[in-house]
């Protein structure tokens, strides 16, 4: 896999990279701590091209613009927040902003490839405990988002529910066993029923209100399963 690290620590991108080679001698890593190294890295990055970005993500970053340079530089390359505290915060911030998840800088070499693999194959990665629900949402909004997920067929609920995983198209297909077409289908009408447009804004809004397995959740699929 190849794999860019945009960080101020050429030493933690060393790291990384080494305990990424450990575990699979395929991956490749570049560095970078400017928009000028990015686009420099451009001619010689493979013709494969990028699989998965990290962005080292603070003030400083921000004011760099990023979520801008980035789409510019290398097309559709998905990237992951690099953050020291994960939190429903820093993980609305990097869905906003375009990235595809969020790592903690303190995750173990298991965890970065799991996050980079997860990005790569078109997936949306949070840390595990905020999978679980190990923080409550900041601002609940639980008596208009129960209502909207009352709303959804238990298989539209089942869908939600792994899309919030950070399974892509295919993998949900694959848990459910059906084609994507009707994985799609299903998407497009849970999007309207709880008003978001897309994939990435379902995950947020279900993050934001809801801790997985929360008790609305399990009550609205209680409720459509009757």
């Known amino acids: 896999m190849n794999v860019l690290m945009i960080d101020s620590l050429p030493l933690f991108v060393a790291g990384v990279a080494d305990a990424l080679l450990k575990l699979d001698q395929s991956w490749k890593v570049w560095p970078a701590q400017n928009p000028e190294d990015v686009y420099r890295l451009r001619d010689q990055i493979p013709e494969s091209g990028i699989d998965a970005v990290t962005l080292e993500w603070d003030e400083a970053a921000a004011q760099v613009g990023w979520p801008n340079v980035l789409p510019d530089a290398l097309g559709n390359a998905p990237w992951l927040f690099v953050v020291r ?68 067929t238990p298989r539209q609920l089942e869908v939600l529910r792994l899309l919030a995983e950070g ?3 295919k993998q949900i297909c694959r848990v459910l066993n059906v084609a994507e077409g009707t994985i799609k289908n299903h998407l497009y009408a849970l999007f309207r029923q709880i008003g978001v447009s897309n994939r990435t804004e379902a995950a947020l809004w279900l993050a934001r209100r809801f801790p997985a397995e929360s008790p609305a959740f399990a009550r609205a699929a209680f409720a459509g399963a009757d």
């Open 85 to 152: 505290v994960g939190g429903r915060h820093a993980i609305a911030d990097a869905l906003l902003a375009g990235a595809a998840g969020v790592v903690e800088r303190h995750a173990t070499a298991d965890e970065f490839a799991e996050a980079l693999r997860q990005v790569a194959s078109g997936a949306i990665y949070l840390p595990s405990r905020y999978r679980g629900g190990g923080e409550p949402p900041a601002r609940p909004q639980a008596s208009s988002a129960e209502r909207r997920l009352e709303r959804l």
């Open 167 to 169: 399974k892509s198209n």
